[in-house]
């Protein structure tokens, strides 16, 4: 049955209340921005993939995470262009991009172009909208071909 894939998506505020801590909810839900330097992984250098809180979609491999400064997780690319959707975000006086998982739409952070190589992007990430699993390929196996930081300066 095709219930399976839309199953997680389909889950009501009440019970994703009941799942998430308030913070949690907040982000992901209500596209908060948790505090810098005071979350789980803005400092954390485990090796492995960093999943969707809400659904478990892969998002980031720790290949591509890197100290950007800010005090949020903040990585060059995502495992595959479609593990995330961005959008244009109208608020607060100015216009950024925002990033949601490719499958679920929580709010997971923005995206800037003040990056590193080879993407020369930072996906600014909350922690509050990720779930770490240890990995011993940082997520290269799962990494796909269209993930945008491996189209400049492969030609
Ligand atoms: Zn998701």
Avoid: I
Wanted: charged share 30%.
């Amino acid at each position: 049955m095709a219930q399976e894939k839309t199953e997680k998506r389909s889950l009501s505020p009440e019970e994703l209340k009941q799942r998430l801590t308030s913070e949690q909810y907040h982000v992901t839900q209500e596209q908060g921005t948790e505090r810098p330097f005071a979350n789980r992984y803005w400092d954390f250098k485990g090796k492995g993939v960093y999943h969707c809180l809400v659904c478990g979609n892969d998002l980031f491999g720790s290949y591509a995470k890197y100290d950007s400064g800010t005090g949020w997780p903040s990585f060059y690319e995502p495992l595959t262009s479609s593990a995330v959707e961005e959008h244009e975000d109208r608020g607060l006086l100015m216009v950024r991009t925002e990033v949601v998982c490719g499958r679920c739409g929580s709010h997971l952070g923005h995206v800037f172009n003040d990056g590193p190589e080879p993407s020369g992007l930072r996906y600014c990430m909350n922690s509050a909208s990720l779930d770490f699993e240890e990995r011993d390929d940082e997520g290269r196996d799962l990494r796909g071909e269209n993930a945008r930081g491996g189209q400049k300066g492969e030609v």
